[in-house]
């Protein structure tokens, strides 16, 4: 009985550390409230550097400064058509000179793409060693994961596996205490609606659209860094 007792307790206890865990203020934010004046790179593909790219972080950026004094500048250093490879190989110019306070990851849609050649486990070492490049850089700069969006149609026959991609990210995230933004949730019930209301907000079956972008990217990105 006392066992038992004991292992419902520690359940419990795991699962309040999990509750408080995902609703923990990034210190990004912590820091504009404080203050501080803040730098955050968004890097990853075309997803965070296309038209619906640019309005989702546009849309963040205005948000936070607009409720912590333009505190913050943003500075977008993803480009369309890469991978966590580019993305090591670039990691220095574009990320490590800005000298940022956090930055924002995504390279799971691209990492995907069967053409790249860039299994789970290849995404997950290019993946870490960009953390740890970053840590070493600044061991207080804060590192975001972001997954995105569903692929449909051929983009969604290049990357058939997509999700298990998504899974590393979440599981990278868990096992080194990372914030995860996970966008994966709110665009397959989307999804669920029919393809006809997901093609709407995704017109070319990859790239959500503008109008998308604001209404569904952004406000989640902001909840999570706010800790909601």
Not at 99 to 105: C, G, K
Not at 192 to 204: E, F, M, N, S, T
């Amino acid at each position: 009985m006392k066992n038992s007792l004991f292992k419902i307790a520690l359940s419990l206890v795991f699962m309040l550390m999990a509750s408080i865990a995902a609703f923990t203020q990034s210190r990004l934010v912590k820091n504009l409230a404080a203050g501080k004046h803040q730098t955050l790179v968004t890097y990853g593909t075309s997803l965070t550097a296309a038209e619906g790219g640019h309005a989702w972080v546009d849309s963040v950026t205005r948000a936070l400064n607009k409720k912590y004094n333009n505190q913050l500048t943003t500075i977008n250093a993803a480009k369309s058509g890469m991978w966590s490879t580019w993305g090591v190989q670039n990691l220095e110019d574009s990320v490590i000179k800005k000298n940022p306070d956090a930055v924002l990851i995504e390279f799971s849609m691209n990492d995907a793409f069967m053409n790249y050649k860039t299994s789970v486990d290849l995404a997950k070492l290019n993946l870490n060693y960009m953390i740890d490049r970053i840590k070493l850089y600044n061991p207080d700069c804060e590192v975001i994961l972001q997954t995105m969006d569903i692929a449909l149609n051929i983009h969604g026959e290049q990357r058939p596996d997509l999700l298990k991609y998504y899974q590393m990210y979440r599981d990278v995230a868990k096992s080194r205490s990372l914030l995860l933004i996970d966008h994966y949730p709110h665009w397959k019930a989307l999804l669920d609606k029919g393809r006809d209301a997901y093609l709407k907000a995704v017109p070319d079956g990859i790239h959500p659209g503008i109008e998308a972008s604001k209404d569904i990217i952004a406000p989640y990105v902001v909840e999570r860094l706010e800790g909601k």
